[in-house]
């Protein structure tokens, strides 16, 4: 089972990025998939999730309005579509699945390798 993570980059505040998840190895039929990120210092903080079998999502309330979890099925992916990048939102994004509906890292069972986004003032 593997969780590739993509599309990290340095943009300038203000700017977009879309990172992408792209699952292997298994279904997740019935599963969340979630994207956290971890600043330098700091833990690891939820960030959006997405129903894998009907697409109900879920967002922290510091990218409401400016993020936008989707999945594509017939690809296996997940993306996080990154607007209005503010510089507070530099760090390390992991994309994860888990069989609840949760934001603590802890019930997710598989987890891809993160990405670096890093947004420049």
């Known amino acids: 089972v593997q969780l590739q993570a993509s599309g990290g980059g340095l943009v300038q505040a203000g700017g977009s990025l879309r990172l992408s998840c792209s699952a292997s190895?298994?279904?997740?039929?019935?599963?969340?998939m979630g994207w956290f990120r971890q600043a330098p210092g700091k833990e690891r903080e939820f960030v959006a999730l997405?129903?894998?079998?009907?697409?109900?999502?879920r967002y922290a309330d510091f990218v409401k309005g400016r993020f936008t979890i989707s999945r594509d099925i017939t690809k296996n992916t997940v993306s996080l579509q990154m607007n209005t990048l503010k510089p507070e939102d530099t760090a390390v994004y992991s994309c994860?699945?888990?069989?609840?509906?949760?934001?603590?890292?802890?019930?997710?069972?598989?987890w891809g390798q993160g990405t670096q986004v890093t947004v420049s003032s």
């Open positions: 997405i129903s894998w079998n009907v697409g109900t999502t």
């Open positions: 190895g298994r279904t997740f039929w019935g599963y969340y």
């Open positions: 994860a699945a888990s069989r609840v509906a949760v934001t603590g890292p802890l019930q997710y069972e598989y």
